[in-house]
């Protein structure tokens, strides 16, 4: 089992930053790739961006190019999501996700295996 733990939502203003960490527990030898994605109110739960647990072959949603940087810290089984030039539209959960598997791009939902408990990130105007 892996349990993942997101922390450093909250309120921010547009144009404003906020840093997310997630932190893996339990069986982290088997994960192979983690990232993040978010679901706004209404809607499915979308990519934001994922990394492998090495080498780059990231995967990062169009709609945050230039303003997320996804990064991992394997000494620290964590991974973070550096969101700057926030926009009203960026407000949702963001949840920090993971998988066993070598091969999936986890740029599907459905190909994540383990999910954390979600963070609220809410951009105010």
């Known amino acids: 089992q892996v349990t993942l733990v997101e922390s450093g939502g909250g309120l921010a203003q547009v144009g404003g930053s906020l840093r997310l960490s997630c932190v893996a527990s339990g069986r982290i030898f088997m994960i192979n790739r983690m990232g993040w994605y978010r679901q706004a109110p209404g809607n499915g739960r979308e990519l934001v961006a994922t990394?492998?647990?090495?080498?780059?072959?990231?995967y990062t949603a169009d709609f945050v190019k230039g303003r997320f940087t996804i990064s991992r810290d394997n000494a620290k089984n964590t991974v973070y999501l550096q969101m700057n030039s926030l926009k009203p539209e960026d407000t949702a959960v963001y949840y920090c996700a993971a998988t066993l598997s070598r091969t999936a791009t986890m740029t599907d939902p459905n190909e994540v295996d383990y999910w954390g408990q979600g963070t609220q990130v809410t951009v105010s105007s």
């Open positions: 990394m492998p647990r090495s080498g780059t072959t990231n």
